[in-house]
């Protein structure tokens, strides 16, 4: 399968037979840029309603499956969970509700935690244990958990791939921490971003019990 990075927490997934979109923002209020790639996602997922995470209606027309709640769905033979959580560390009273949302396609499970803002609770934990991929917000600055969080979540959760997102990227209409500060807490600050990730179960067994940073390029 084939994954691309949107920017900000927007993902897109394409599998053998299904594709999948994470977080779709608004371009013009997020990146000032009036467009959007032109594709057709089987699935749209949102994590929270806010411009910069929640642009699904672009998508209804093309007969996309929008999901932006916490429950158990399947999909397209797609079975997605989302579990509930908040934007912030004051169980939504400053910045609202946030889902994470695992999936499995084509053998490989994923999380995507969306605009998470406070530690991971012990159930949610236990819940996505076994992730394969995840992706993580890193950019703190009061809209997610920051660098140093993170890493604790990803200790706790012990993925085989992650991938940040939710930093500072150029033209960005919000004010986020470098992606460079994750990096260095990481230990990992001359590691190079690629265009986009094939990966396979193949490629996921073989990276053992080891764990595999990846920085993807805005494509956007």
Same mark, same amino acid.
């Given at each position: ?7 900000? *927490? ?22 000032? !840029?009036?467009? @959007?790639? #032109?594709?057709?996602? +089987? ?6 309603? *806010? ?7 672009? @998508?209804?027309? %093309?007969?996309?499956?929008p999901i932006s709640e916490a429950g158990e769905f399947e999909v397209r033979g797609v079975i997605i969970s989302g579990i509930q959580s908040f934007c912030d560390a004051k169980n939504g009273e400053e910045r609202g509700e $946030? ?10 499970? @994923?999380?995507?935690?969306? +605009?998470?803002?406070?530690?991971? %609770?012990?159930?949610?934990?236990? #819940? ?12 703190? $600055? ?9 890493? +604790?979540? =990803?200790? $706790? =959760?012990s993925p085989k791939i992650i991938i940040p997102m939710h930093y500072k990227e150029n033209g960005k209409n919000i004010i986020l921490d470098d992606l460079l500060v994750f990096l260095k807490e990481y230990g990992a600050d ?18 053992? #019990? !080891? ?5 993807? *390029?805005?494509?956007?």
């Amino acid at each position: 399968m084939k994954i691309s990075y949107f920017g900000h *927490s927007c993902f897109f997934i394409e599998g053998n037979k299904t594709s999948l979109l994470i977080d779709p923002f608004d371009p013009e209020k997020l990146f000032g !840029n009036p467009t @959007f790639p #032109e594709i057709k996602p +089987d699935i749209v997922l949102t994590t929270c309603n *806010s411009f910069d995470h929640n642009f699904a209606q672009k @998508f209804y027309e %093309s007969g996309s499956f929008p999901i932006s709640e916490a429950g158990e769905f399947e999909v397209r033979g797609v079975i997605i969970s989302g579990i509930q959580s908040f934007c912030d560390a004051k169980n939504g009273e400053e910045r609202g509700e $946030n889902i994470i949302f695992t999936f499995e396609i084509d053998d490989v499970k @994923f999380a995507h935690l969306g +605009d998470l803002g406070h530690e991971i %609770s012990v159930k949610s934990i236990e #819940e996505l244990q076994g992730i394969d991929v995840l992706f993580i917000p890193v950019g703190g $600055n009061g809209y997610t958990i920051d660098a140093k969080k993170a890493l +604790d979540v =990803i200790e $706790n =959760i012990s993925p085989k791939i992650i991938i940040p997102m939710h930093y500072k990227e150029n033209g960005k209409n919000i004010i986020l921490d470098d992606l460079l500060v994750f990096l260095k807490e990481y230990g990992a600050d001359n590691t190079e971003a690629v265009e986009f990730l094939k990966i396979a179960k193949k490629d996921i067994d073989a990276i053992g #019990e !080891n764990e595999k940073l990846v920085i993807l *390029s805005r494509t956007l």
